[in-house]
Every structure is written in C-alpha cells, then in structure tokens.
C-alpha cells in the first residue's frame, strides 16, 4: 500500500544536508561575482574612456544601460525560473553576462559599450530572483530567512571585491583583465553549477516531476534517508499560474505586492542616493576627497555584516517590526550624520550606520518576499519586487543631482533623503496592520468553525 509524504515536511523534518548548504554556498558564489560585473565598470570608467578616448562624462548612459538591464533581466526572468526552473534559469543567466563581460574590452564605441552593458545587466538581473528562490526552497522553513539573507549579503560583497581586484589587477594587466576574470570565474561557475548543484525539490514537485526523480533527488540531498519505492513524495498543487504576474494580485496578495514594491523602490533609491553622491556631499563638507571613498567602502562592508545578522534578527522577531525600527534608525542616523560626521573616524562610523539598516532592510525584503509567495510564482514575485524596485536605483542618483546643482547644503539633502523612509516605513507598517487583520479573521472564523 502506498505512503504519501509532503516534500515540505520531508524538507523541514530533515537535517541540513552538506548538498544544500552546498547550494546555498553556490548562490552566494552567484551573489559576488553579480556585484563584481555590476561594480567593476564604476571603477574602470576613467581608464576605459582614456582608451576609447572619450569624455567620462559620457560614461552616464552606459552606466544607465546597465541598470535598466538589470531591471529587465529581473522582471522577464522571475517568471521564466518559475517556468523553467531554478537551475536552468540560474545556468542561462550565468553564462549570458560571463560572455558579455569577456566581449566588454573588446567595444570600441560608446554605442557598443552601452548594448553590451545592457545585455550583461540582464543577465545579471536575471540571476537575483533565481537564486532567491533557490536558496529558500533549499533549507528547512526555519532557516528560510537566514540562507536568503547570506545570499544578500553576497551582494555588497561582490561590490568590495571588485574594489579591491580592480586596485590590484589594473595597474598590473590593465583595465581589460578585470573584465576577463569576471567573465571567467561565472563560467566555471556555470559549469560546477550544472553538475553538483541540485533542482529545487519542492520545485520538482510541484511541476510533475515523476516518483523515480523525486527519489533520487531526495536521496541526493540526504543520503541517509530511508525512501521505500512504496512512499509517494508529493507537493500540494497550488491554485496558482506558474510564473504568472497576475497571480501576484490574485488571492488577497495585491496589496502586500504592491506595499513590497513601494518599498523595495523606497529602499533602492535610498541606497543609490547614497553610493552616488556621498562623496560629493562630505566634499561640500570640507572634509578631503578620500573621505567619501571611506564612507563607501564602509557602507559596503556594513552591507554584508547587516545582511548576515538580518537573518537571525528576522527569524526570531516579525520581520516587519525589524524593519520598521531600522527605518527609525535610518532617519536618525541621517539627520545627525551632516552634523556630527566632522572627522574621517566619525564619517566611516555614521557611513556603516547607515549602511547597517538600508541594506539590511534590502535583505529583509528579499527573504520577505521568498517566503510570502507560493512556489509557483515565488521568482516572480522576488523578481518583479526587486525590478520595479530599480526604479528608485535610477531615481535616486537623479534627484541626488539636482538637489546638489540646486545648492542645497548637505543638511538639507540628508533631511530630504529622509522622505523615502518614511514612506517605506507607512509601507511595512501597512502590509504588518494588513497581515495582522488577516491572522485575526482567521482566529475568529477557526473560532466559529470556518
């Protein structure tokens, strides 16, 4: 006679297994070399426009192209992992920008820069609602948040790397090396990918996968595991269209969905309001100019310590009062920082502040939104959160640019950069009173035998 087991209850019952926290490791992996290409051209511009002899000023729309790519890659390819699955998704992706990242030094025009930063910024952007996914279809429930928020932190990771490889490799071999290495280390990536990383198994169950399979995959992750050809492992199906953005506003998620993308554009454009003009604003400060590359690299640093705590802090707590008082924070931190940061010891601890709750904040978001969406469209929603999201990625910098020729002083753009807080703190506080006044009626139809 046959015996059904759930995939997730077999998944969180089980120990973790050295094969997923392989996979969560790879993620991460995906995560660094993502933020290497996207970052590396903001530190190779002043060399490569020396060598296409170009103005670098010119250089805005080939870091434009970049960004809307990026927003592409993750709006169109959240739905295709939910389609074709993780690793497929993950594979394409990986070698799309590692090819476009090797035929980087080859442009010899600005117009051929910009499609080929475009075209690697899909690729990177379709990486990020994948790998997401991965990691938190992966791991038991209870360690959801914390492997998606490790896979954050790899992120501003990747960023300080890219700092530290270009430093080190330009002056060596040239602007063009650090391109070639970028391109490299995803391929061989892409390969150990192909063959150690497994499917997603709650994935595979949901998508028909037959018996046979879900037992070898299931005996891959824990080898351990007893499985009786008579046990029938199954997913329950869910009501929803693969991959499908409509879902997204189906079945009571519209207002959450649409709060999640207010507040990742929020958050977005707070971060890249603050890596793009920080050193100009501590500039008008009177502080020296290596005083806004300190603040930067202590941001980035912040990142990843504030994405690695985020996990435990969001596991323990409700996520949505974590954020909220890191918003709190934010605001605070903000207001005082023109004031007080007079020194480059005061700076590089008021830049990690607030590094510590912005990108924090990011990583909550993501782990918020793996959990909030059902399997079926679980990419998708992280990937059109995070694509509308770079909407404030592009805004930012913009309004940043015309506060600056505007005159206003550093004061007032720190008090200004205070607004998106705020609105993407009534953001999380209204998704927390919405969930909550859905957890009530639950109570209460239970209660009355609904």
């Not at 992966?138 to 700092?163: F, K, Y």
């Not at 061989?188 to 990383?197: D, G, R, S, T």
């Not at 974590?322 to 010891?345: E, K």
Request: hydrophobic share 55%; with cysteine; charged share 10%.
């Amino acid at each position: 006679m046959a015996v059904t087991r759930d995939i997730r209850d077999l998944i969180d019952s089980q120990k973790l297994g050295s094969l997923q926290v392989a996979t969560v490791g790879l993620c991460m992996c995906i995560g660094v070399l993502d933020g290497f290409d996207l970052q590396a051209i903001g530190f190779l511009a002043p060399p490569m426009a020396d060598s296409l002899h170009l103005d670098i000023r010119a250089f805005g729309p080939v870091f434009a192209a970049s960004l809307f790519g990026l927003m592409l890659g993750t709006l169109v390819m959240g739905p295709v992992g939910d389609r074709w699955g993780r690793k497929r998704s993950l594979v394409a992706a990986i070698v799309l920008f590692s090819l476009l990242a090797l035929a980087t030094p080859l442009a010899t025009s600005l117009t051929e820069l910009e499609i080929l930063r475009f075209v690697t910024g899909i690729g990177l952007g379709a990486c990020a609602p994948n790998v997401f996914a991965l990691a938190a279809e992966t791991v038991p429930r209870r360690m959801r948040r914390t492997a998606t928020c490790l896979v954050s932190a790899a992120l501003p990771a990747g960023v300080v790397v890219a700092a530290g490889v270009a430093a080190w490799m330009m002056p060596r071999w040239g602007w063009p090396s650090v391109f070639y290495l970028g391109g490299a280390l995803p391929l061989a990536l892409a390969a150990i990918i192909a063959v150690v990383m497994p499917d997603s198994l709650l994935f595979s169950g949901t998508n028909g996968a037959s018996q046979p399979q879900l037992h070898a995959l299931a005996r891959r992750l824990w080898p351990a595991l007893r499985l009786d050809s008579a046990i029938q492992l199954f997913a329950t199906r869910e009501t929803v269209a693969q991959g499908s953005v409509l879902e997204l506003f189906r079945d009571g998620r519209a207002f959450v969905t649409l709060m999640l993308w207010l507040t990742f554009a929020m958050n977005l454009l707070i971060i890249y309001f603050i890596v793009s003009w920080m050193p100009t604003i501590l500039r008008a400060t009177g502080l020296p100019p290596s005083a806004g590359l300190v603040a930067v690299t202590a941001f980035g640093i912040a990142g990843i310590v504030g994405s690695i705590v985020q996990g435990p802090l969001i596991t323990r707590y409700p996520a949505h009062w974590v954020m909220l008082v890191q918003f709190a924070l934010y605001i605070v931190i903000a207001v005082l920082f023109p004031a007080l940061a007079d020194s480059m010891a005061m700076v590089a601890l008021f830049a990690f502040a607030i590094g510590c709750t912005v990108q924090s904040i990011q990583a909550g978001l993501n782990a918020f939104a793996s959990g909030f969406y059902p399997t079926a469209i679980r990419s998708t929603g992280v990937g059109w959160g995070q694509g509308i999201g770079r909407l404030g990625s592009v805004v930012g910098p913009l309004l940043g640019g015309v506060a600056i020729a505007a005159g206003w002083t550093p004061a007032q753009i720190f008090i200004a950069g205070v607004v998106p807080a705020v609105v993407a703190g009534l953001a999380v506080l209204a998704i927390a009173w919405r969930q909550a006044g859905e957890a009530r009626a639950g109570v209460a139809m239970g209660s009355t035998g609904g």
